[in-house]
């Protein structure tokens, strides 16, 4: 992603946000992402990160009603 993004930007993207659903960033993993030119992670909470934003309670919820 961090590769992905770089690119983006030389190729003159001027902002690039990354959206994960499930967002497994262990170690430095959010710090590069940065480093690398990404404006904003926007992430749902099925794990606990600190760019974990989006709550999928409602959508759990829904499901379990009868």
């Not at 794990?47 to 919820?61: M, Y």
């Amino acid at each position: 992603m961090a590769t992905a993004i770089t690119m983006l930007r030389q190729q003159g993207a001027r902002r690039v946000y990354l959206a994960a659903v499930h967002p497994v960033l262990t170690g430095s993993a959010v710090l590069k992402l940065y480093r690398s030119g990404v404006e904003a992670i926007l992430a749902t909470d099925t794990l606990d990160k600190g760019v974990s934003t989006v709550s999928v309670a409602p959508l759990i919820a829904r499901a379990m009603r009868p």
